[in-house]
C-alpha cells in the first residue's frame, strides 16, 4: 500500500511502492523519461502519457512545464496556461491528501494544462482502444467542471476553440448548482458530421460530494475506456455506466491533444478543481481488475 512520504517533494522521485510493497521496475522499452513506473501499474507498454503532481520528477513545485513520465517514445510536453496566483494555484499539502495538487477556484478561470504537440499519433486514437484515467478533486459548489477534453484548446477564452469538425470527450464532475445531475461525473462522446453523442452519467455521487452545501469534495479516481464500440465510466474502480456506439467512432483529427481542467465554458461560472495525475493508455482498454489495481495501489496517497 502507498505510504504518503513517497509523495513527498523534498524526495527525488525513485518509483512509487507497489501493491506487494517492492520498488516499481516498469521502466518503458526505449523510454525517455528514465523514471520507473510503479509495479502496480498494468498494460505498462501503451501507455502514452503520465503526468504526476505528486512526483517531482513530473512537476518540481515551480514553473509551468510538467514531464511526461510515461516513458513512451513520443513523450509530450505539457505546459500549465495562465498566470500563478491569478489563473491556478499550487499547493504543496492538500489538505486531503497532504499531498502537492494543483487548482482552480471560483476567483481563477483561466487556468489549464495541455499538451503543446497537437496532431501527435499516440493522442489520435484513430478507432483503437483506449483508456483515460484521472485523480481530480471537485467542489460541490459548481455546476459543472471539465477535466479532461482531447479536442485541440478548449479554453481560448471560454469557448471551445474547435469547429466541430472532429470527434472529440469531455469527461466532467457535476455540482449542487446543476439543475438536473447533481453529484455526477459525465463522459460526453461527441462524434460529427451526425453530430450526435453518447452521455454516460455515473448512476452514485463522487466521493464527498455535499448536495447542501459548496465544499471540497474527496479526490476521485475516474476512468473511461473503449474497447472496439464499447465504452465504460469507472468512478472510484466502481463500473458506473457502459455504453455502445453505432459503428467504432475515428478519432483521427489534426489537432488531439491532453487537455486538463479547463472547464470549457465561459470565464466567472465558479468552477473548482484540483488535479492530481492523468494517465493515457493507446491500444488497451484497462479491465476492471487493472482499474482496481491501481486504485488500491494509489488510494492511500489521495486520502482514502
Known amino acids: 500500500m502507498l505510504g504518503n512520504s513517497w509523495f513527498k517533494k523534498e524526495k527525488p522521485f525513485l518509483g512509487l511502492t507497489g501493491l506487494g510493497g517492492g520498488v516499481g521496475s516498469n521502466l518503458l522499452a526505449g523510454g525517455g523519461s528514465g523514471v520507473d513506473l510503479p509495479a502496480y ?32 517514445s513520443e513523450n509530450y510536453a505539457t505546459t500549465i496556461e495562465g498566470t500563478l496566483n491569478t489563473d491556478w494555484y499550487y499547493t ?21 494544462i495541455r499538451t503543446t504537440n497537437t496532431g501527435s499519433s499516440n493522442l489520435k486514437f484513430g478507432t483503437s482502444s483506449f483508456t483515460i484515467e484521472m485523480w481530480v478533486r471537485p467542489h460541490s459548489g459548481t455546476t459543472f467542471y471539465t477535466v479532461f477534453n482531447n479536442d485541440h484548446d478548449v479554453h481560448n477564452n471560454g469557448n471551445r476553440q474547435s469547429d466541430d469538425s472532429n470527434n472529440y470527450i469531455l469527461l466532467s464532475f457535476y455540482g449542487k448548482d446543476h ?16 453530430g450526435n453523442a453518447i452521455m454516460m452519467f455515473s448512476d452514485s455521487t463522487w466521493s464527498g460530494y455535499n448536495s447542501s452545501s459548496g465544499q471540497w469534495g474527496n479526490w476521485n479516481h475516474i476512468a473511461l475506456t473503449r474497447s472496439g464500440s464499447t465504452l465504460k465510466l469507472y468512478v472510484n474502480s466502481n463500473l458506473r455506466e457502459t455504453d455502445t456506439s453505432t459503428g467504432t467512432i475515428d478519432f483521427n483529427g489534426d489537432d488531439y491533444c491532453a487537455n486538463l481542467m479547463d472547464d470549457s465554458r465561459y470565464t466567472g461560472q465558479g468552477d473548482f478543481g484540483r488535479f492530481g495525475a492523468a494517465r493515457i493508455y493507446k491500444g488497451t482498454a484497462l479491465s476492471s481488475s487493472d482499474i482496481t489495481a491501481h486504485w488500491d495501489g494509489e488510494k492511500a496517497a489521495y486520502g482514502h
Open 41 to 72: 501499474l498494468t498494460n505498462t507498454n501503451d501507455l502514452v502519457y503520465y503526468i504526476d503532481m505528486h512526483n517531482s520528477a513530473s512537476y518540481p513545485g515551480t514553473g509551468t512545464a510538467i514531464t511526461d513520465l510515461s516513458g513512451a
Open 92 to 112: 504543496s499539502s492538500d489538505d486531503e491528501s497532504s499531498n502537492p495538487a494543483w487548482g482552480r477556484e471560483d476567483d481563477q478561470d483561466d487556468g489549464y
Open 179 to 194: 439543475s438536473e445531475v447533481q453529484g455526477e461525473v459525465r463522459a460526453l462522446i461527441r462524434h460529427w458530421p451526425s
